[in-house]
């Protein structure tokens, strides 16, 4: 089973950024894809960014040219960088990874932006 501790929520003003941490407990070059989802209060937890084991990265049409997520393949950890935040973009913000059967979950942050 992989673990994963993600870290870097917080408040911030519609325009600011955050960066979010995933540290993962495998090597993340052996994993086929890890990713960020999110869950707004009352909706459905839906996909903001992932990034293949050959570095292909997808992102929510939303947050496209204002989310950028990257990998540090010696730390084992993946970030989503958001900025140009929007109050739209409040949730829990979910690490993710899936390899062939496994399908493991971190623990959630909490992004609000306030207007």
């Known amino acids: 089973q992989v673990q994963l501790v993600a870290s870097g929520g917080g408040l911030v003003q519609t325009g600011g950024s955050l960066r979010l941490s995933c540290a993962v407990s495998a090597n993340i070059l052996g994993l086929d894809v890890v990713g960020w989802y999110r869950q707004a209060p009352g909706e459905q937890r839906e996909s903001v960014a992932t990034v293949t084991r050959y570095a292909i990265t997808t992102y929510k049409d939303s947050v496209k040219g204002r989310f950028t997520i990257s990998r540090d393949i010696a730390k084992n950890t993946v970030y989503l960088q958001m900025n140009s935040l929007k109050p739209e973009d409040t949730a829990v913000y979910y690490c993710?990874?899936?390899?062939?059967?496994?399908?493991?979950w971190g623990q959630g942050t909490q992004v609000t932006v306030s207007s």
């Open positions: 993710h990874v899936l390899h062939h059967s496994l399908n493991s």
